[in-house]
């Protein structure tokens, strides 16, 4: 059966069932695939608005209605039975349903179905415990009599389905209650255990998401939420059908007042339910085929050469966020950067390590989310101006989620946040790779723009000068380099987070004191609403290598 005849069948059986019409008998490529969506607020969609999608380039057109997707939901607590299936639509919020759907059907083109069942403040504990205590809002019992009443109804549609899997994301009240997170893991357990007995569906497969440490829940509350992340994974290591959904790289809401939200907001919400599609075709083993960007056979400059290394280091807009890749073009003095750098060497870990480069590969754009930072403009303008005799390659390794605690070298008691081992393995394992091949490597700089959520947080602002020192000396030692120069990229004037002027204060204070350390001004540059945004990444990075090149 062919592409296009597979796709009409499929959106035939779903109209038929929108309809109330019995569909003909499905062949085996038409099995509706169910899948469950279950959780609280992030998963309701809160804070994420139907009318801001197409501001995002990567998700223009995500909007439209899905008239082949089967969709039935109960988001209220007065909820109380199957509104019954309906066309996938947009409302004035919602969840990560609208692009997981998006992508599952353009990858597999076969009918699927999906049941929603969220309610905001919500626990484990209570709300979704299977044995509904009178504290809670019964949610299981709710959500099971509309699980069951869904999959009747496409029975006596005589439509085929099987369950494909519970996507969820919770654990935010459990979290911030001490008297409940403790008990997650047993919670949790006890709901996907009653569910696959109710179901008659012993091998059901849970999607679960991580709990983002990027909001503001990720500093003043880190300890509970480090209890909450180690509850999920007793549970994952307990359960062979559990799989991981990381979330910590993606968009998160920010707050007028610059505060990080409780919130993924409009963009990381788009970016949630394909991080939910990805992880369940990965699981079916359809998952996009990773893309060779690797040189060969061998490096393209000349053995015995000098290449001097650039490390770029930092958070949101160091990865890159709110800065397109398909808005590149539309500026005619970078617009070639849309295009791979061949003669610049280039290695990353982006999002603590969600997307990392094989080998060494030509400075481009990577495809993670859509998104670059300003080693692009930076290493061009490097390429450009330092002798051809030289090489030069960039390590990149950031985190858009982390704070200044999770680069500690000492670490911290959230012993999973920590980078700097990571951070500092990456940058000597690149250059004893080059060493190795015959290179005369030597590490001419870190480049590191200063902490975002770092800025909002009062006790993190007032420390990070002291943090940075800190950080900075222990990288010197470790690679046997103290006088290592840094670069140091302040906080817009413009950026909403805060404490701007704190942060920015401390930072050249150090540089006053410390003859490694050069401080390099932004507030030139265009800002977007929270982000440099795609012009201000590009010349950010023609900034940084500019601060590099004036050095004597």
Avoid at 418 to 446: H, K, N, W
Wanted: overall charge negative; some cysteine; aromatic content about 10%.
């Amino acid at each position: 059966m062919n592409w296009f005849l597979r796709k009409m069948i499929a959106a035939a059986l779903c109209l038929a069932a929108c309809e109330g019409v019995v569909g003909h008998a499905a062949s085996a490529d038409d099995v509706v695939r169910v899948f469950l969506f279950a959780g609280q607020s992030n998963m309701v969609g809160a804070d994420a608005h139907a009318d801001r999608i197409d501001e995002f380039p990567e998700f223009r057109g995500a909007g439209a209605p899905q008239n082949d997707v089967l969709y039935t939901d109960l988001l209220d607590a007065d909820d109380q039975v199957s509104k019954g299936w309906g066309p996938l639509q947009l409302r004035e919020s919602f969840g990560p349903e609208i692009t997981f759907a998006r992508r599952v059907s353009e990858q597999l083109q076969c009918p699927i179905a999906i049941i929603k069942s969220a309610v905001g403040g919500t626990t484990v504990a209570f709300d979704w415990n299977p044995d509904a205590p009178d504290k809670g809002q019964k949610l299981y019992p709710r959500t099971l009599q509309l699980i069951r009443e869904s999959l009747q109804e496409l029975d006596k549609r005589g439509l085929r389905y099987r369950l494909e899997g519970v996507l969820w994301h919770q654990g935010e009240n459990d979290m911030l209650d001490r008297n409940l997170h403790s008990q997650y893991a047993a919670g949790l357990t006890k709901l996907i255990v009653r569910l696959r007995h109710d179901l008659n569906a012993p091998e059901l497969k849970w999607y679960i998401a991580e709990v983002s440490e990027k909001g503001i829940w990720g500093m003043d509350h880190r300890s509970n939420l480090g209890i909450l992340h180690e509850q999920q994974q007793q549970v994952l290591k307990a359960d062979p059908l559990l799989r991981w959904v990381p979330t910590s790289h993606l968009a998160f809401e920010v707050m007028g007042s610059g505060q990080p939200h409780y919130h993924f907001g409009t963009q990381g919400q788009l970016q949630l339910g394909e991080a939910f599609a990805d992880a369940y075709l990965r699981e079916i083993g359809q998952g996009p085929t990773p893309i060779d960007r690797r040189f060969k056979p061998d490096l393209p400059l000349a053995k015995k050469g000098r290449i001097r290394l650039f490390v770029l280091a930092g958070q949101r807009n160091m990865e890159g966020e709110d800065s397109f890749v398909s808005e590149i073009p539309a500026d005619p003095t970078f617009e070639w950067l849309i295009h791979d750098q061949a003669e610049v060497l280039y290695r990353y870990s982006l999002g603590g390590g969600v997307a990392v480069s094989g080998d060494w590969e030509p400075l481009g754009p990577t495809g993670f989310l859509g998104n670059f930072g300003p080693e692009l403009s930076f290493g061009a303008r490097l390429r450009k101006s330092i002798a051809s005799d030289d090489g030069v390659a960039i390590v990149k390794f950031t985190h858009s989620g982390a704070q200044m605690p999770d680069w500690m070298p000492a670490g911290s008691p959230e012993s999973h946040r920590d980078l700097y081992p990571r951070f500092i393995a990456m940058i000597r394992s690149a250059q004893d790779d080059l060493t190795r091949q015959g290179y005369e490597c030597s590490i001419d700089g870190v480049f590191w723009h200063s902490g975002e959520n770092d800025a909002y947080f009062g006790p993190y602002s007032q420390n990070y000068a002291k943090w940075m020192h800190q950080l900075i000396d222990q990288v010197g030692l470790d690679l046997k380099r103290p006088d290592l120069p840094w670069f140091i990229t302040e906080q817009h004037k413009d950026a909403p987070w805060g404490n701007l002027d704190i942060v920015n204060a401390g930072l050249n204070e150090m540089a006053v004191s410390d003859s490694r350390i050069t401080i390099i001004k932004t507030s030139h540059l265009p800002h977007a609403l929270h982000h440099f945004g795609t012009t201000g990444t590009l010349l950010l990075g023609a900034e940084m290598a500019n601060a590099y090149l004036k050095q004597p």
